[in-house]
């Protein structure tokens, strides 16, 4: 089992910058890949970003250049720094952790992202 705690959102203004933080405890030796996931009111949730072990990271094209994903293997943290943030990045933000089987995915409990304009 592995448990997943988020931390770092709040309310910014556009154009502010905020980092999230997803702290993985439990199993960690299990994890693969570590990434965030949105879902905004009324919307399906998306894929932000995801990093490997290695730190192959992957975007959402409408994040790229804007947020950085990274990963402290050590600490079992990842994190999501978000720069020139908008008004459409408001969101619920959710830490996710695969294993290396891919059997099993796990989920922080999320956090909100608010972006005033």
């Known amino acids: 089992q592995v448990q997943l705690v988020e931390s770092g959102g709040g309310l910014v203004q556009a154009g502010g910058s905020l980092r999230l933080s997803c702290a993985a405890s439990?199993?960690?030796?299990?994890?693969?890949?570590m990434g965030w996931y949105r879902q905004a009111p009324g919307k399906q949730r998306e894929l932000v970003a995801t990093?490997?072990?290695?730190?192959?990271?992957n975007y959402q094209n409408s994040v790229k250049g804007r947020f950085t994903i990274s990963r402290d293997n050590a600490k079992n943290t990842a994190y999501l720094q978000m720069n020139s943030l908008k008004p459409e990045d408001t969101a619920v933000y959710s830490c996710?952790?695969?294993?290396?089987?891919?059997?099993?995915?796990?989920w922080g409990q999320g956090t909100q992202v608010t972006v005033s304009s």
């Open positions: 996710n952790a695969q294993t290396w089987t891919g059997r099993y995915t796990y």
């Open positions: 439990g199993s960690t030796s299990s994890i693969a890949v």
């Open positions: 990093i490997t072990t290695s730190g192959s990271t």
